[in-house]
């Protein structure tokens, strides 16, 4: 919320260095896999990118316009941005200069992961997910109300997806919700041949605001941050959650590969 990027060495936690320039608070951070160079994104609506071997800044790259709620990258020289409510999704190809424009979800798409170089997932606030393809404006699949509903019967509304994540280079990914109640789900997912449909693995229960999920490098296990509010307002709180990590190992069963929980 401070604006700022502090810069640390990992095996010592010694702080580096701090890169000031954005004019609202950091949504975003990635490093492109292999390299030193750091992409931010921030609700002042721009992606910064950064040389860290030279604390150095390099550019700014513009387009979205609303805050910018998500960021990823992986080894190639570009970053995969979601846009809020202004309901894109971006490409950014660094090199060229230039970016691509997604548009999908009905609701504020407020995460975003990549599942390797050429697809992505994202969930929205309309209590969607989509799998994409770089290469198409348009989702290959989605899933309308993907954790279910709340609400009186007549008034019900979809349970706001606030974090995904994938096991990069699978065909694995997870979301998670945020609901008012005990009720919040983590939910495993298997993408279809060609990524073209998403299909329920199984779900872990958690208590709180899911607002973080990712991966080990391994597969072996899936963290979701929990929190008693979500991370993009107060608008609720949840007392009786606590403000933690859940850890859900995970395995694979040999007659089918699927991933599923060792719990």
Request: charged letters at 20%; aromatic letters at 8%; hydrophobic letters at 35%.
């Amino acid at each position: 919320m401070n604006k700022l990027i502090m810069i640390w060495e990992a095996s010592t936690c010694k702080h580096l260095y701090k890169f000031t320039g954005h004019r609202g608070p950091v949504s975003g951070l990635s490093f492109r896999k292999g390299t030193h160079d750091l992409y931010s994104a921030s609700h002042d609506r721009s992606i910064k990118v950064w040389n860290v071997d030279e604390n150095a800044y390099v550019e700014t790259l513009f387009g979205h316009q609303d805050v910018i709620t998500g960021l990823d990258s992986l080894s190639r020289e570009r970053c995969v941005t979601a846009g809020g409510r202004d309901r894109t999704v971006r490409v950014w190809k660094i090199a060229e200069e230039s970016q691509l424009v997604f548009h999908g979800h009905e609701g504020s798409i407020d995460c975003i992961q990549l599942i390797n170089e050429e697809h992505m997932i994202t969930g929205a606030d309309d209590g969607s997910l989509a799998l994409w393809s770089v290469n198409r404006k348009k989702p290959l699949s989605s899933v309308k109300k993907a954790h279910g509903c709340h609400g009186d019967p007549g008034l019900e509304q979809p349970h706001w997806i606030s974090a995904v994540a994938a096991l990069q280079n699978t065909d694995t990914v997870a979301s998670g919700a945020s609901s008012c109640s005990h009720n919040s789900m983590v939910q495993l997912w298997r993408c279809g041949e060609g990524f073209r449909g998403l299909h329920p693995l199984f779900s872990v229960p958690v208590a709180g605001f899911v607002n973080s999920l990712k991966f080990s490098s391994s597969g072996s296990f899936l963290v979701a941050g929990v929190g008693q509010e979500h991370r993009l307002g107060r608008w609720w709180r949840i007392k009786d959650a606590k403000n933690g990590l859940y850890i859900i190992p995970l395995k694979k069963r040999d007659s089918d590969q699927e991933a599923t929980s060792s719990e």
